[in-house]
């Protein structure tokens, strides 16, 4: 089992910055994969970025170039760096891991960002 838990989102104007963080209850160090993802409402929820536990990320591409993810092992925890906000980034953001491929998954509450025109 892990725990996640998000912080970090909030209100901002367009054009601003935020750093969500993911805190893990046990080391992320041998993880597979931990990603973000975010569900805004009446629509799906989307895969934002993810890493592995060799450092490969991945984007998706409405947020390349704006949106960074990071990991620190030692304080098992994800870190989205978000800049260049735009309304429609707002949305409920979720904290995944995926300790080994194929096997369980994991969620956070989310936290919520919502960027103001």
């Known amino acids: 089992q892990v725990q996640l838990v998000e912080s970090g989102g909030g209100l901002v104007q367009s054009g601003g910055s935020l750093r969500l963080s993911c805190a893990a209850s046990r080391s992320i160090f041998r993880f597979y994969v931990m990603g973000w993802y975010r569900q805004a409402p009446a629509k799906q929820r989307e895969l934002v970025a993810r890493?592995?536990?060799?450092?490969?990320?991945n984007y998706a591409d409405s947020v390349k170039g704006r949106f960074t993810i990071s990991r620190d092992n030692t304080k098992n925890t994800v870190y989205l760096q978000m800049n260049s906000l735009h309304p429609e980034d707002t949305a409920l953001y979720y904290c995944?891991?995926?300790?080994?491929?194929?096997?369980?998954?994991?969620w956070g509450q989310g936290t919520q960002v919502t960027v103001s025109a």
């Open positions: 995944n891991a995926e300790p080994t491929p194929g096997g369980a998954k994991y």
């Open positions: 890493i592995t536990s060799s450092g490969s990320t």
